[in-house]
RNA sequence: GCACAGGUGGGUGAGUGGUUAAAGCCGACAGACUGUAAAUCUGUUCCUCCUAGCGAGGUACGGAGGUUCGAAUCCUCCCCUGUGCA
């Protein structure tokens, strides 16, 4: 029996799996079309709002209203066009055009690394206004495959995703995966961390992997610096960086129109990734260097490696004003809810970060009265509200003592719940921050953002 | 009634004469988590005291006695539990 939609806008049709994902529609009513016998899905019932932002209409709250402040700078670039509306200081109200629909930004990216941002089903995503997702390479690539995922469709029809997808090249896992990597000029020997095997990857082989998934932003393969680390070791790790980057985009220039699918075909946006630790200097050299590959975008790597939390924002802006104005600006795993806020004040336009949907899952969760841990036996009779404050599902339904009682015994719903809420309070976070700027208010902390009008 | 087996800290369960206040696991209580090897990891979890230490006392392996320099561990009796046979 096919699913039924509750309503349907005038533009509703049916569109088999074979068909294109249509970037950019509306997709409110969507619902799967099944053949109750063999369970094979055969499509999907859409309605193809011609060019609607799926993010502005479900966002809740309601988005900003539209500035009416002129448009700053329109500048289109080799395949991601990125339209500034307002700034505010350093801080900045953008939308970015890819091929699955627009993202208002500054915007916070949910992590996704195996096609699944861990425990919510993607209609939650949806409805909780996500824009934009990431997907990991490395993990991708391991399992279920780059080539698996390509017969399946892309990624964003293997995961039924049809907003944005960033995926990350995997240069963070040869940071990460430390014991079982070895970096040579040539790329990166890993020993997989599912079952031991060996496998390589370079900044050609990445590319490939990211072109066969069909993200519509890929980044660059890079070497997360560690930290701490010398002066030369830090200066050889740029180094490589940047030769890596080079090499990232000579192979994705030659080979971007392999992507199978039209939506993507040749409009994706690879982005490069600035490093040199927490040099200033180096990271000006690093910016500077790479932003002469004249990339769609550029992101701060690098950071949130364990240095205290004032050299991070330090270095973000050290670096940040040497990006230029026109192009996007990606902070690569970060933050706190404050920190978040706080970047975006200082112009940073896209940021990513498991935090809120891990720490969801160990029972931390951020509210608008700051962290609740609530694995703790005070909220035991707690009948409140996890956040007062907070408009999302799980705060207008359920009392901390039931989200405790569900912890407690190791309850999947427990993590599916925490999660969405975290990432809730993330969003609303961001569109807050969005709508301060477009009021021509920048807000420098989480409370002056949640206690805006 | 007889014959085996067994009674250990909140639970389970190691330990069969000497760093054993007693492993491990679970539970409980805290803490960490920032381009996800993460439903993970770390710490605490008998009582009292302080100069807060791999500190000092006390209590503790069903109960009561005993052997021994020393007992959760060996012996005796008692209580209780399980299984089998009458």
């Known amino acids: 029996m096919a699913g039924q939609a509750g309503r349907r806008c005038s533009r509703y049709r049916f569109l088999p799996n074979k068909g294109p994902i249509r970037p950019g529609a509306c997709y409110e009513n969507r619902t799967n079309h099944e053949n109750s016998s063999s369970n094979q899905r055969l499509g999907y019932f859409v309605c193809l709002h011609g060019g609607a932002n799926p993010a502005s209409q479900r966002g809740r709250p309601p988005p900003a209203p539209p500035s009416s402040q002129p448009v700053s700078a329109t500048i289109p670039t080799v395949s991601l066009p990125f339209r500034i509306q307002t700034t505010e200081g350093p801080a900045r109200l953008g939308r970015l055009a890819t091929p699955h629909g627009e993202v208002e930004t500054p915007v916070f990216m949910p992590v996704g690394t195996q096609a699944t941002v861990k425990g919510v089903p993607q209609d939650v995503l949806e409805e909780l206004g996500v824009q934009i997702l990431l997907g990991n390479t490395y993990h991708l690539?391991?399992?279920?495959?780059?080539?698996?995922?390509?017969?399946?469709?892309?990624?964003?029809?293997?995961?039924?995703?049809?907003?944005?997808?960033?995926?990350?090249?995997?240069?963070?896992?040869?940071?990460?995966?430390?014991?079982?990597?070895?970096?040579?000029?040539?790329?990166?020997?890993?020993?997989?961390?599912?079952?031991?095997?060996?496998?390589?990857?370079?900044?050609?082989?990445?590319?490939?992997?990211?072109?066969?998934?069909?993200?519509?932003?890929?980044?660059?393969?890079?070497?997360?610096?560690?930290?701490?680390?010398?002066?030369s070791r830090v200066r050889q790790s740029m180094e490589l960086t940047l030769r890596w980057a080079a090499r990232s985009k000579r192979h994705f220039e030659d080979h971007k129109h392999e992507v199978p699918w039209k939506e993507t075909k040749g409009t994706q946006a690879l982005f490069g990734i600035v490093q040199g630790g927490m040099d200033p200097a180096l990271r000006r050299e690093s910016a500077e260097r790479t932003i002469e590959l004249d990339l769609p975008g550029y992101a701060i790597g690098g950071l949130s490696v364990g240095e205290p939390r004032s050299l991070t924002r330090e270095i973000v802006e050290a670096t940040v004003q040497h990006l230029p104005a026109e192009k996007p600006r990606y902070l690569m795993g970060v933050g706190t809810p404050d920190e978040i806020v706080e970047y975006a004040s200082l112009g940073i336009d896209m940021m990513d970060c498991v935090l809120p949907t891990r720490a969801a899952r160990h029972g931390l969760l951020f509210t608008s009265e700051g962290k609740v841990s609530i694995k703790q036996v005070r909220y035991a009779a707690d009948q409140g509200a996890l956040d007062p404050n907070c408009p999302c599902r799980v705060c207008s339904r359920y009392s901390r003592a039931y989200l405790r009682h569900l912890y407690a015994s190791n309850e999947v719903l427990a993590q599916v719940l925490n999660t969405i809420h975290n990432l809730s309070f993330y969003l609303d976070t961001m569109r807050k921050v969005r709508h301060s700027i477009g009021l021509g208010r920048k807000a420098r902390s989480l409370s002056e953002v949640w206690s805006l009008p």
């Open 141 to 231: 690539y391991l399992r279920p495959g780059i080539n698996q995922v390509r017969q399946l469709g892309g990624l964003h029809r293997f995961m039924s995703w049809d907003r944005a997808i960033l995926t990350d090249s995997g240069g963070f896992q040869v940071f990460s995966l430390n014991e079982l990597r070895k970096v040579t000029e040539d790329g990166v020997t890993f020993r997989s961390h599912l079952d031991g095997s060996s496998h390589f990857f370079s900044p050609e082989s990445a590319m490939e992997a990211q072109i066969g998934l069909g993200a519509d932003i890929i980044m660059a393969f890079d070497e997360c610096t560690e930290y701490p680390a010398d002066a």
